[in-house]
């Protein structure tokens, strides 16, 4: 089975019983992609100069280089969450900005924790990079679906969901909030007109104070939304 949106990792640990633990837990999670496992820090510099690995299980007191002294060799360092059977280092670690401290024995559960913001954080940093390239990711299905602005005609909310509507009907329905959309979208290319639409403002065909045409689709204007016609005028 080919894993959705899977995301590089690796185990940096000199304990072979904790590294099959978080083995057995990476193995249980779709969005993660296991390239190796490291027992000591120059191993981890070597994988890192041939592998592009976005998140590091880093063990702290290890031989030779701890694991909070790795993180400031790196120049350009995965994001990393620590795996440790000490307390003492959980202020040092946030200050290397890692997305996590987990104490051994770890839980699965807290685990997955650790990992769904890691999941949420790559996502949303890959929503906005892609907000300058003429193109989206939506999660969908436990996929990553590519949806080129050029084809989006207008988006509405329904309930916890959105859909959006693109050009030859091909409707994307995902679990976001309208908010939210309105953040990945361009500003000069989208606007909100009501609580529960956006329009791309390049498909509209007319406009009167209280409705937005595209075609034949013709979508009320909200009350708090009384600026969208001076800006419309603006924008045609």
Do not use: W
Not at 133 to 140: K, N, V
Request: glycine share 2%; charged share 25%; hydrophobic share 40%.
């Amino acid at each position: 089975m080919i894993k959705a949106m899977s995301h590089k990792c690796i185990i940096v640990d000199d304990e072979p019983p904790a590294i099959k633990v978080i083995e057995k837990y990476i193995g249980s999670v779709s969005q993660l992609d296991l390239i190796g496992t490291c027992n000591n820090a120059f191993q981890v510099i070597d994988l890192l100069s041939t592998q592009k690995i976005e998140l590091m299980f880093l063990d702290i007191n290890m031989p030779k280089l701890m694991g909070t002294d790795l993180m400031r060799t790196l120049q350009y360092p995965p994001k990393v969450i620590f795996t440790t059977a000490h307390k003492d280092f959980a202020l040092e670690a946030f200050e290397l900005d890692a997305i996590d401290y987990l104490l051994k024995p770890i839980s699965f559960q807290r685990f997955l924790k650790a990992v769904n913001k890691f999941c949420e954080l790559s996502n949303t940093e890959m929503e906005l990079i892609n907000q300058s390239s003429g193109f989206l990711y939506f999660r969908s299905d436990r996929k990553m679906m590519k949806v080129f602005t050029e084809d989006i005609i207008y988006i509405e909310s329904l309930k916890d969901y959105v859909v959006v509507h693109r050009q030859n009907n091909e409707d994307l329905k995902v679990k976001y909030t309208l908010s939210a959309v309105e953040k990945m979208l361009p500003s000069n290319q989208f606007l909100r007109i009501h609580r529960s639409f956006i329009i791309s403002l390049k498909k509209v065909t007319a406009y009167t104070t209280n409705s937005v045409e595209i075609g034949r689709i013709e979508l009320p204007i909200g009350r708090s939304y009384a600026d969208v016609n001076k800006i419309l005028t603006l924008k045609q």
